[in-house]
DNA sequence: TTTTGAGTTAAACGTATGTTTCAAACAGTT
DNA sequence: AACTGTTTGAAACATACGTTTAACTCAAAA
């Protein structure tokens, strides 16, 4: 085995050009290159290039996934039969991104975009490996917004948590961007975690609206 | 001339093509071959692959752009010194957007998917095309809300609208695939309106938070 | 020691892409 | 009718891409 094990090398390497260039433009040499690994060592390891994307996008999303599951198992079990707000709600979700994000900020901007792409690519392999893998979180995270927002009719509900997420996903994948421009215009640095500070409470708002 | 006139079909197959697959999807070739033209008539009428996802944008944004300007100055100038709420701020974008895609929905979500290509494509040329382009609707609807909202402190008030705008663009551009979700999970068809009547108040109170 | 098999390497393959070329067709003007 | 500038057409160009191949490395098993 080498220093750091080619697989996670490629991930690594993967994870910082997609969040910088996205997928299509990021090319398997470019990947392997900053990888310091052979070109042939994408597929040799992935199989494809979608395959990498696909892995690229698993490595946040199981953590996370258990992550939120688990916390959720640990509160329902201390707390039975409370009713979350949908500020705790937010909140275990960004506590869980937080923990899997940790130490490298960049990461919840790829994922953000991941999340993008795979909702609007109409046919996308992302799309269907996304919904099959995350259908069940997504159904318990739905039953808890649906006990917070009682009065919601449900396909209201749903919109209202799209563009939640809409909010959450187009202002962290382009957080890096954003971040600039606040300090051209405003002279004033934001850190990511005023960001989610700014971002919570505004969420919580809108799908409570009227 | 031709029938209709060559640029026109380019722009109109692309704009198709761009909202299905995205860009570095499509293909100059798809393009040409859906609006029945040579594969060099890009090169020539528009110069580059680039030139014409910029063409594509500008026929939406030219005419969006003057529509809620010379529609903000009617409204002053029959209404001088009426401070708008959100809401009302809300209705003109809508309205103009509303106008700019008759006929034509999807052309809705082209636009805000460039949008968000616009934004977090850090060193593209659609970002800087799009903020000279912009930039002076941008502070007049800017200053607008501020007036909305003055006990906002200008930095939250900034990604509060970014917040809002995520929502927009997220939900719109994949407006297709979040329907066909809706009508296989809850049984029940939405119009584009319809949706655009659960995103507005939505955005309102999201910005109004606290 | 030999064998095995996973991992790595350099090179090549086939293909799809954006772009360019240059001759032909065309429309408008003189 | 001849000329002129613009637009189209078929073909080729150069390149970048994802992928495959086959030779090679090398540690662990037999």
Redesign the interface.
């Given at each position: 085995m080498a220093q750091v094990d080619t697989v996670t090398r490629i991930l690594d390497a993967a994870e910082e050009l997609f969040a910088?260039?996205?997928f299509?433009?990021t090319s398997l040499r470019t990947i392997t290159a900053r990888a310091d690994v052979n070109l042939a060592a994408v597929n040799y390891h992935f199989g494809s290039k979608k395959a990498l994307i696909q892995a690229v996008f698993a490595r946040f999303l199981t953590p996370f996934y258990k992550m939120v599951e688990t916390s959720l198992d640990v509160h329902e079990k201390n707390h039975p039969d409370t009713i979350l707000s949908i500020e705790d709600i937010l909140r275990f979700v960004a506590r869980a991104m937080a923990s899997v994000t940790e130490g490298d900020r960049s990461r919840l901007?790829i994922f953000m975009?991941l999340l993008?792409l795979a909702?609007?690519?109409?046919q996308g392999h992302l799309?269907k490996y996304l919904q099959t893998e995350y259908r069940s979180l997504f159904r318990r995270v739905m039953a808890l917004i649906a006990k917070a927002t009682p009065d919601l009719q449900?396909?209201?509900r749903?919109?209202?948590f799209?563009?939640?997420?809409?909010?959450?996903?187009?202002?962290l994948?382009?957080m890096?961007?954003?971040r600039a421009?606040?300090e051209h215009?405003?002279d004033?640095k934001?850190t990511e975690e005023e960001?989610v500070g700014?971002?919570l409470?505004?969420?919580?708002?809108?799908?409570?609206?009227?």
């Open positions: 910088e260039h996205g299509a433009e901007a975009r993008g909702y609007n690519q109409g799309r449900p396909v209201e749903f919109w209202r799209h563009f939640m997420l809409g909010s959450a996903a187009f202002t994948s382009s890096e961007n954003l421009i606040v215009d405003f004033t934001c960001v700014y971002l409470p505004f969420l919580a708002a809108g799908i409570r609206a009227k």
